[in-house]
């Protein structure tokens, strides 16, 4: 157990559904990401939040939507997925530089 | 921004053979190169790391250079053992607030005994 949790571990959705995967760290961290990992991209960077102020990479669709209420949760909203959205998706979190603590993991199937 | 590349992509060896796997890296500001490895079905660990400061650390088995010139950093295992199988990222970082560590595509590194 390294202290970050993650929620659902695995979900299946349609295209035209609402869901939301959830990220909480114990460790006192003060930076959270989010990382998708599929076969063709392994641990591609999608979201920053570091002292819970968004850093963003540009090249994520607009139907992620990340969310950081505070230090210790972090979300990702999606909306309207496709197909090749269908991955493992990761969160870690790590003070506000260093080494980063994974979660186990929400493998998501977008039907 | 940064882009780390990778390589092999999948590496065989004997039980007791030593693997390498080697990476480059494209911003010289990065100063943090970390090492992960994520066993199937399982969430990525590091399992060792290095910064700017120094040019190779070893840790039992393991060890990792790192040239800054080239900006190419290595991870190194010798007397591979079965349970040594398994994907390895490298990552790099300028190691700053705000900025997050960018993967190799990683390594599959298979040991047969």
């Known amino acids: 157990e390294t202290g970050v949790t993650q929620t659902p571990r695995h979900l299946v959705m349609g295209m035209t559904n609402k869901k939301s995967l959830k990220c909480e760290q114990h460790?006192?961290?003060?930076?959270m990401y989010w990382y998708k990992q599929s076969a063709k991209k392994p641990l591609e960077l999608m979201f920053v939040?570091?002292?819970?102020?968004?850093?963003e990479n540009n090249s994520v669709p607009s139907r992620f939507s990340p969310e950081c209420p505070n230090s210790s949760h972090l979300f990702l909203h999606l909306h309207t997925l496709q197909p090749e959205d269908s991955a493992l998706y990761l969160c870690?979190?790590?003070?506000?530089?260093?080494?980063?603590?994974f979660g186990e993991g929400s493998r998501l199937t977008v039907l | 921004g940064e882009n780390v590349e990778q390589h092999p992509s999948t590496l065989s060896v004997q039980e007791g053979d030593s693997a390498v796997i080697k990476c480059t890296y494209s911003?010289?500001?990065?100063?943090?190169f970390p090492w992960y490895k994520q066993e199937l079905g399982k969430r990525p660990q590091l399992i060792i790391d290095?910064?700017?400061?120094?040019g190779e650390k070893k840790d039992q088995r393991i060890a990792v250079t790192l040239n800054k010139t080239a900006k190419h950093f290595s991870l190194h295992i010798t007397e591979t053992q079965p349970e040594d199988s398994a994907v390895y990222f490298c990552?790099?970082?300028?190691?700053?607030?705000?900025?997050?560590?960018?993967f190799g595509k990683g390594t599959t590194l298979s040991v047969s005994s």
């Open positions: 870690a979190s790590s003070r506000i530089t260093g080494e980063l603590f």
């Open positions: 460790l006192g961290h003060n930076a």
């Open positions: 939040y570091s002292l819970e102020e968004r850093v």
């Open positions: 911003d010289s500001a990065s100063n943090y």
């Open positions: 290095i910064r700017s400061n120094v």
């Open positions: 990552a790099a970082s300028t190691n700053q607030a705000g900025t997050a560590l960018i």
